[in-house]
């Protein structure tokens, strides 16, 4: 079975930038067929999509507040996807956690395999 493993979160200060990664495990090969999903959710807060990308890196979308900062890609050839983070603000705050799903989906209900998630913390 594929299983993802999430990486690269920490503390960074704000304007400050972390590099996410999501790295397949188990069933590595099916990774190329998953669209992956990248979602936070902050203390006290619903979990919320950031970002998409489908099994071929060709077609990415952003929530509207990381537009422009994050950005979304994959190597498939080394099973991993990525969120490169710039210019992160104290409400990126949050647990940030990968998913598989078949379809890119901005909607938690549309993954089917989750990570363990990461913690990201912006503060000064």
């Known amino acids: 079975q594929l299983m993802l493993v999430e990486s690269g979160g920490g503390l960074a200060q704000p304007g400050g930038s972390l590099k996410l990664s999501c790295t397949a495990t188990?069933?590595?090969?099916?990774?190329?067929?998953?669209?992956i999903g990248w979602f936070r959710q902050a203390p006290g807060k619903e979990r919320e999509a950031i970002s998409s990308?489908?099994?071929?890196?060709?077609?990415?979308r952003y929530k509207n507040s990381v537009r422009g900062r994050f950005t979304a890609s994959r190597d498939n050839s080394r099973k991993t996807a990525y969120l490169q983070m710039n210019d992160l603000k104290a409400d990126d705050t949050g647990v940030y956690y990968c998913?598989?799903?078949?379809?890119?989906?901005?909607?938690?209900?549309?993954?089917?395999?989750w990570g363990q998630g990461t913690q990201v913390t912006v503060s000064s």
């Open positions: 998913a598989a799903g078949t379809m890119p989906s901005m909607v938690y209900t549309g993954y089917d395999l």
């Open positions: 188990g069933s590595t090969e099916d990774f190329d067929y998953y669209a």
């Open positions: 990308i489908s099994d071929t890196g060709g077609n990415t």
